[in-house]
């Protein structure tokens, strides 16, 4: 089974530094995987994903998450942290069949001056 | 193009009522989802649909059905709503597995007294 840990539910960065938000997964096999942004009271929006065509994964907003099969994670980062970044953030992994998710339990990301 | 849209955006049921969530998507895509949103759980999958006239279930599926009739639309249903249905609902849709980014609606916020 298919199962997503993200490690931290909250993060507090100052605006100007980096961002580490992790995630851990578990599978039989090397999933695709993806994070997705949310935005208070809005939707979800990819922020990239991971299909197995490089393990170095850009993104938009100048986001980017390396996949390492050894320590079966996913981890997502940003040099330089924006106050339009505060929002919650979701690791994501596909089953396989019929583009099924497995969503994390969320980091909310906080941003301060 | 609208994308996904989801209707009604807020509802409040009493227990025991009975209403549907409507998901409508003008990208032509064969796969739909709708999920759960619940405080510290992520999105959790309730049912999804492969294609016109399929429905399967997900991860949390008791207590709602759904309908596939039109391509463009996919419906969920509470028969009798509870309180512990309370939660943001979440549809999605997609283009077949080989291409697997899912597309989210803005999400109904649904509350049962």
């Known amino acids: 089974a298919q199962s997503v840990t993200q490690l931290d539910s909250h993060v507090s960065v100052s605006e100007g530094t980096p961002v580490l938000l992790r995630c851990n997964y578990s599978s039989s096999y090397s999933p695709s995987l993806f994070w997705y942004v949310q935005h208070p009271n809005k939707g979800l929006q990819l922020l990239l994903k991971y299909t197995s065509a490089a393990t170095l994964v850009k993104g938009i907003n100048g986001f980017e998450a390396e996949f390492k099969k050894s320590e079966t994670s996913f981890h997502l980062t940003k040099p330089s942290a924006h106050m339009s970044d505060a929002a919650e953030y979701f690791c994501v992994a596909e089953t396989g069949t019929a583009s099924k998710l497995t969503f994390g339990t969320g980091t909310r990301l906080q941003v301060t001056l | 193009n609208a994308g996904v849209t989801q209707t009604p955006k807020f509802r409040v049921l009493k227990t025991g009522q009975s209403m549907t969530l409507l998901c409508a998507q003008d990208m032509n895509h064969e796969y739909m989802y709708w999920y759960r949103q619940d405080p510290g759980m992520g999105l959790r999958l309730i049912h999804y649909?492969?294609?016109?006239?399929?429905?399967a279930k997900g991860e949390v599926p008791d207590g709602y059905n759904v309908s596939r009739l039109k391509k463009q639309n996919f419906l969920l249903g509470l028969e009798s709503a509870a309180p512990s249905q309370t939660s943001v609902y979440f549809c999605?849709?997609?283009?077949?597995?080989?291409?697997?980014?899912?597309?989210f609606g803005p999400g109904t916020r649904l509350t049962v007294t």
């Open positions: 649909s492969v294609g016109e006239g399929t429905t």
């Open positions: 999605a849709s997609s283009y077949s597995p080989s291409v697997y980014e899912q597309y």
